[in-house]
């Protein structure tokens, strides 16, 4: 533990943000580390303030709270990297049962999943099978699923996964989520709204190489509103749909960021085109920069919050940690004030 505690002092003074983001990220998938924030009372509590909690009925709850103030929702069960075609399929039946909850509890959201938590790194038939399951279970209830995108060695089956339920079951109601980091994010783009996919648009959370991924700040933001530009176009050009009223379906183009600068950049080109409030979204993560979601829901824009739940946390936890310096820092605060 001795040594592990020097590493990580170490990683803090001598490498500065962009080795902390690194050795974050490392951290999100260690075991050890996972074992000691499980059991560590304080940072649990401290964590739990970016998750809505580890049950389906604290998400509804959250959900609702949101919905009282002209906010939709999208929830997410944690988990990633099923070992077993038996616990992908378990772990579909459990997104059921957020699809039953949200049709019975009346509130107003949609569902985020990843795809290797339904199995996309032991078969793509069987994370095929499973997707088309629980779309056509959304679909019975006139709701939405948006799929989360990972690191970039699974962005082509992600994609592949994504066609084969548009030709194979006909699916409509699936979106899909773009990383402006990506080099080829832009080809991506244009081949997803051939079919008007209905896209969310994030800077990404993964420690992605030069070879696939910008990796200065100021050329990801460009890049990610280039593509906002290229999304709020196609909207304001095939007349794309509205939020639903009921809050479960999305419009063409969602911005997935916390950043106050990509957000005006969006609310001014929309000015500029003449693009309606309610043909765009601004989705924003549950505990971070509340402030920020609250003075666009009161200017009458469409905010979508994501409400992560369940018992695997710790790494999402942990990429949030890596994303924004602020939140770390908000956590080391915490603990220190115990």
């Given at each position: 533990m001795e040594e592990k505690k020097?590493?990580?002092?170490?990683s803090i003074l001598i490498g500065g943000l962009g080795m902390l983001r690194t050795f974050l990220i490392y951290l999100s998938k260690a075991n050890w580390m996972k074992e000691m924030m499980l059991?560590?009372?304080?940072?649990?509590?401290?964590?739990?303030?970016?998750?809505?909690?580890?049950?389906?009925?604290?998400?509804?709850?959250?959900?609702?709270?949101?919905?009282?103030?002209?906010?939709n929702?999208?929830?997410?069960?944690?988990?990633?990297?099923?070992?077993?075609?038996?616990?992908?399929?378990?772990?579909?039946?459990?997104?059921?049962?957020?699809?039953?909850?949200?049709?019975?509890?009346?509130?107003?959201?949609?569902?985020?999943?990843?795809?290797?938590?339904?199995?996309?790194d032991l078969s793509e038939d069987l994370c095929v099978e499973i997707l088309a399951g629980l779309a056509i279970l959304a679909r019975k209830y006139n709701n939405f699923?948006?799929?989360?995108?990972?690191?970039?060695?699974?962005?082509?089956?992600?994609?592949?996964?994504?066609?084969?339920?548009?030709?194979?079951?006909?699916i409509n109601n699936v979106g899909m989520v773009?990383?402006?980091?990506?080099?080829?994010?832009?080809?991506?783009?244009?081949?997803?709204?051939?079919?008007?996919?209905?896209?969310?648009?994030v800077k990404?959370?993964?420690?992605?190489?030069?070879t696939v991924a910008y990796q200065k700040k100021i050329e990801v933001d460009e890049n990610f509103d280039s593509l906002m530009e290229i999304l709020m176009d196609a909207a304001n050009n095939n007349n794309g749909p509205d939020v639903s009223k009921d809050g479960k379906w999305p419009p063409l183009p969602a911005a997935g960021t916390h950043d106050p600068a990509r957000v005006e950049f969006i609310k001014e080109y929309a000015?500029?085109?003449?693009?309606?409030?309610?043909?765009?979204?601004?989705?924003?993560?549950?505990g971070i920069n509340k402030g920020l979601q609250d003075s666009l829901a009161a200017e009458g824009y469409p905010v979508?919050?994501?409400?992560?739940?369940?018992?695997?946390?710790?790494p999402y936890f942990m990429r949030r940690l890596a994303e924004r310096p602020a939140n770390l820092w908000f956590f080391l605060t915490a603990l220190f004030r115990g």
């Open positions: 020097f590493i990580l002092q170490n059991n560590w009372g304080i940072a649990r509590k401290v964590a739990l303030r970016f998750v809505a909690g580890e049950k389906l009925e604290d998400a509804i709850l959250v959900a609702k709270n949101l919905n009282t103030k002209g906010m929702a999208t929830l997410d069960q944690l988990g990633e990297d099923t070992n077993t075609p038996e616990e992908a399929r378990e772990t579909g039946e459990q997104i059921k049962e957020i699809l039953n909850a949200i049709e019975s509890s009346g509130v107003r959201a949609g569902i985020s999943l990843k795809l290797t938590q339904i199995g996309l699923i948006r799929v989360d995108i990972e690191d970039s060695p699974r962005v082509d089956a992600t994609m592949r996964v994504y066609k084969r339920i548009q030709e194979e079951y006909k773009l990383q402006s980091y990506l080099y080829r994010a832009e080809e991506d783009l244009i081949e997803l709204l051939k079919s008007n996919t209905k896209i969310r648009m990404g959370a993964y420690t992605e190489p030069p000015r500029l085109i003449g693009l309606p409030k309610d043909k765009f979204e601004i989705q924003m993560l549950y979508r919050i994501y409400i992560p739940f369940g018992q695997e946390w710790y």
